[in-house]
């Protein structure tokens, strides 16, 4: 596997240090890296129309989506974008007016879509021309009891706090499951009493692969599940394994390899006036400690060794949400036009 991409977005010049999220990231970028010869280019640059942010300062980035055979399924806030591979043609669009702060997309076994719509703290099924099929409230919560029905959360900059944060979804026999952030879990939302105990820190993905679930925390381990028992059966700790003197970042967006070995993302930590949500950060910074660029590391779990690191930063991905495999594209990592910038799209207006 020597070629991947990369999801993300690149962070915009800043006016004012403090600066959330919401603001921060002036267009969304995929890389495709070869891993080899260490070639970086940028494959798509992308900003959302402005019918489907609440300002034209709202951030543009890819969070994390889902590839299945040459269809990359792509997500930003309030947008699920279809792309095909490896030419990123748009085949789908989709943006509804519940969306908001959406985290992860990913196609269900039935031929729909699901989204973790992490800004009202639910996941969202439905189909690809955007007719919805169903919604789940990950808390529970009677449904739409913290949100109305009749706001358009694309225009809604934030809603954090959020009580849930849902990140990552996916299926098992069938079954829709979520990642939940400040429940440290994941759980079926089709059976509440199907649950599994991430524990040791807040997850994010949720990535199935084999008989197991792969979780990533994000203070840097990787939290491997029986997908059967639900029982956790191997914690790898990246901070121990990479030994350096500096916060790896975010833990965010992973790809196994194989047993032994794992690509996984980290987003260099900033600071942010929701300071409950680093409490790791400052359990593990000390004095004379450096962060961190944003990056991708390979790791060998089990011999516990980092085999290769490739800084992002240099390429203009500032934030890393998703890692996939590609084709190495020779022609696409010599040539002089790297970008495609995918249209703007009329925005999906359907409840």
């Known amino acids: 596997m020597s070629g991947l991409y990369v999801l993300g977005a690149r962070?915009?010049?800043l006016l004012v240090k403090s600066e959330e999220e919401w603001n921060l990231?002036?267009?969304?970028?995929?890389?495709q890296l070869d891993t080899e010869s260490g070639r970086v280019v940028t494959c798509v640059e992308y900003k959302s129309p402005l019918e489907a942010r609440a300002n034209e300062n709202s951030s543009n980035v890819f969070k994390a989506g889902t590839i299945v055979g040459d269809t990359l399924y792509a997500c930003t806030s309030t947008e699920v974008l279809i792309l095909k591979l490896p030419e990123f043609k748009k085949t789908g669009y989709i943006s509804l007016p519940c969306f908001n702060d959406i985290h992860h997309v990913t196609p269900s076994s039935d031929g729909n879509?699901?989204?973790?719509?992490?800004?009202?703290?639910?996941?969202?099924k439905f189909t690809a021309e955007?007719?919805?099929?169903a919604t789940?409230?990950?808390?529970?919560?009677?449904l739409w009891s913290r949100f109305s029905q009749d706001v358009d959360y694309r225009k809604v900059e934030s809603t954090k706090p959020h009580k849930s944060h849902p990140n990552f979804v996916f299926e098992l026999d069938g079954k829709v499951w979520v990642t939940r952030f400040r429940q440290r879990d994941a759980i079926c939302l089709e059976d509440r009493s199907k649950r599994i105990d991430v524990a040791v820190m807040t997850p994010h993905d949720g990535l199935v692969w084999g008989d197991h679930v792969y979780f990533t925390t994000v203070d840097g381990r990787i939290v491997i599940a029986d997908s059967r028992t639900f029982q956790i059966g191997y914690v790898a700790d990246l901070k121990e394994i990479d030994g350096s003197n500096a916060l790896l970042g975010w833990c965010r967006g992973l790809l196994p390899v194989d047993?032994?070995?794992i690509w996984v993302g980290f987003t260099r930590v900033r600071k942010t006036k929701f300071q409950e949500n680093i409490m790791w950060v400052?359990?593990?910074f000390h004095e004379g400690m450096g962060v961190k660029p944003t990056h991708i590391s390979l790791y060998d779990i089990h011999a516990k060794r980092c085999l290769q690191e490739f800084d992002l930063e240099p390429h203009g991905m500032n934030i890393v949400f998703s890692i996939f495999p590609s084709e190495p594209d020779t022609e696409r990592l010599h040539s002089s036009i790297s970008s495609?910038?995918?249209p703007s799209t009329t925005v999906v207006e359907r409840k």
Do not use: C, F, H
């Open 11 to 13: 962070q915009r010049s």
């Open 25 to 31: 990231y002036e267009s969304a970028l995929i890389l």
């Open 113 to 124: 879509l699901l989204v973790a719509n992490t800004g009202l703290d639910m996941v969202v």
């Open 130 to 133: 955007g007719k919805i099929l």
């Open 136 to 142: 789940w409230d990950v808390l529970d919560e009677p």
């Open 259 to 261: 047993e032994n070995r």
């Open 282 to 284: 400052k359990k593990a």
């Open 340 to 342: 495609t910038i995918i």
